[in-house]
């Protein structure tokens, strides 16, 4: 699904919006053209239609996908070696629902996911809980899913 969004409305909303945080100071020529560029990207990337991690697409179509965060994408560069991410770790259910989707996407990468124990106090308790997480995560109980890795990664295991 795409958004259209109102270019000059929203150029409008953040004209105004400068000019609450600053009253009077005005907007020169230079700063009006980087609101405008910044409205044309803001509708561009909107109009996009999202593309969702589906099963078995492979790892370049799943980076490209909307479906990638922090820390999916160290998962995916500790499990595959073919980039460097900065250190994450799922730190809630959206987190972690996008890595069990990399590897659904990946599915090689389901038969690696005790190495990643090796990358970080976090990701060994990632890498211990994985099944039960998943379990958790597709009965759709994020509740319960936040209660468990907030414990887990309390008690360090």
Not at 114 to 124: C, F, I, L, T
Not at 143 to 155: G, N
Request: glycine share 6%; with cysteine; proline share 3%.
């Amino acid at each position: 699904m795409s958004v259209q969004i109102d270019q000059i409305q929203l150029v409008a909303a953040i004209a105004k919006e400068i000019d609450r945080q600053h009253p009077g100071a005005g907007v020169e020529s230079r700063c009006f053209n980087t609101i405008i560029l910044a409205a044309n990207n803001i509708c561009q990337e909107f109009a996009k239609p999202v593309v969702k991690a589906s099963e078995g697409m492979g790892l370049a179509d799943w980076i490209a996908s909307d479906d990638t965060g922090m820390s999916s994408l160290f998962m995916a560069s500790k499990l595959t070696g073919m980039f460097e991410a900065e250190y994450a770790y799922p730190r809630d259910p959206a987190d972690f629902g996008r890595c069990l989707r990399l590897v659904e996407s990946v599915p090689e990468l389901e038969s690696k996911i005790r190495d990643m124990s090796q990358h970080g106090k976090e990701w060994a308790v990632v890498a211990a809980h994985w099944y039960e997480w998943s379990e958790v995560y597709h009965a759709d109980d994020g509740k319960r899913l936040y209660r468990l890795m907030r414990l887990c990664y309390e008690a360090g295991e």
